[in-house]
């Protein structure tokens, strides 16, 4: 894909719910009308990558979703690509990759994120194991030039195998092209310690993947390549709220703000 310029911002699109998860309202105008709305907003404020997600979907099925979810997240994300002067990637929760990864493939995005890439998880959609070696020739078989970010300890789960943080960011690097380190939580912050061990293990771009927000931005700020902003671009913080353009722009100041402060006179 395109390299991201240094401490990047990649923008979460959260999907209204899509058809098949038990919050979908039957219209599916609007899911296409609102994050082309929020599309807009993000990008006129200088957003460096978009990644768009099925995230109203809860409660999320374990593996693979259905067609329908499946053709609307690859709809939807056309039309993203098509509207972006940006990067576009995509996440198909809870963790169906090949899902992700022929989407990407078939709409021109140029990532997926993938919360289980490697070993096994124990989530509230029970046990994830990771699909890597599926993933990875899915991609060569499409001729896909997308790349694959993985969650490494990721959030909502508590891990059967790499009990090590460290080991688990080193054995990512053989077939992941980003590491993301986030909180325990969606919209938790990651924790310092985390960061440091993702940095000091990973040959791959570290991203920080929860909680981050205008207010401890600086204090995150040189501890990761990139920062995936979801519920702090929302109205009062909050996940699964709409997006507040003013946040948006709050933050992208102050990302501006670091980037000049951290530039050698």
Same mark, same amino acid.
């Given at each position: 894909?395109? &390299?991201?310029?240094?401490?990047?911002? =990649?923008?979460?699109?959260?999907?209204?719910?899509?058809?098949?998860?038990?919050?979908?309202?039957?219209?599916?105008?609007?899911?296409?009308? %609102?994050?082309?709305?929020? %599309?807009?907003?993000?990008?006129?404020?200088?957003?460096?990558? +978009?990644?768009?997600?099925?995230?109203?979907?809860?409660?999320?099925?374990?593996? $693979?979703?259905?067609?329908?979810?499946?053709?609307?997240?690859?709809?939807?994300?056309?039309?993203?690509?098509? &509207?972006? #002067? *940006?990067?576009?990637?995509?996440?198909?929760?809870?963790?169906?990759?090949?899902?992700?990864?022929?989407?990407?493939?078939?709409?021109?995005?140029?990532?997926?994120?993938?919360?289980?890439?490697?070993?096994?998880?124990?989530?509230?959609?029970?046990?994830?194991?990771?699909?890597?070696?599926?993933? +990875?020739?899915?991609?060569?078989?499409?001729?896909?030039? *997308?790349?694959?970010?993985?969650?490494?300890?990721?959030?909502?789960?508590?891990?059967? %195998?790499?009990?090590?943080?460290?080991?688990?960011?080193?054995?990512?690097?053989?077939?992941?092209? /980003? =590491?993301?380190?986030? /909180?325990?939580?969606?919209?938790?912050?990651?924790?310092?310690?985390?960061?440091?061990?993702?940095?000091?293990?990973?040959?791959?771009?570290?991203?920080? /993947? #929860?909680?981050?927000?205008?207010?401890?931005?600086?204090?995150?700020?040189?501890?990761?390549? /990139?920062? =995936?902003?979801?519920?702090?671009?929302?109205?009062?913080? *909050?996940?699964?709220?709409?997006?507040?353009?003013?946040?948006?722009?709050?933050?992208?100041?102050?990302?501006?703000? +670091?980037?000049?402060? $951290?530039?050698?006179?």
């Amino acid at each position: 894909m395109r &390299a991201l310029p240094p401490k990047s911002v =990649i923008a979460c699109v959260h999907l209204l719910p899509t058809p098949g998860s038990p919050r979908f309202d039957g219209n599916v105008e609007r899911i296409y009308a %609102t994050a082309l709305a929020e %599309t807009d907003v993000f990008l006129r404020h200088g957003v460096d990558a +978009l990644i768009v997600e099925n995230f109203r979907d809860q409660p999320f099925l374990p593996n $693979s979703v259905g067609p329908e979810t499946t053709a609307t997240i690859a709809g939807v994300a056309r039309e993203v690509v098509r &509207a972006s #002067s *940006v990067p576009v990637g995509v996440a198909v929760l809870r963790n169906d990759a090949a899902a992700a990864m022929s989407i990407a493939v078939a709409t021109g995005a140029q990532f997926i994120r993938v919360n289980v890439h490697t070993g096994a998880v124990l989530t509230e959609q029970g046990i994830l194991t990771g699909q890597g070696h599926d993933t +990875l020739r899915r991609r060569e078989q499409l001729k896909g030039t *997308v790349d694959i970010w993985a969650d490494a300890r990721v959030k909502h789960s508590v891990p059967f %195998t790499h009990h090590d943080l460290a080991a688990e960011i080193r054995d990512l690097n053989k077939s992941a092209d /980003g =590491i993301i380190v986030s /909180g325990e939580l969606t919209g938790v912050e990651a924790l310092p310690q985390d960061l440091k061990v993702a940095q000091e293990n990973s040959s791959a771009p570290v991203y920080v /993947g #929860s909680g981050v927000t205008a207010v401890n931005l600086a204090q995150q700020f040189d501890s990761a390549d /990139g920062f =995936i902003v979801g519920s702090d671009f929302k109205e009062d913080g *909050v996940a699964a709220r709409p997006v507040e353009e003013g946040r948006v722009k709050t933050f992208m100041n102050e990302v501006r703000r +670091l980037r000049e402060a $951290s530039t050698p006179a």
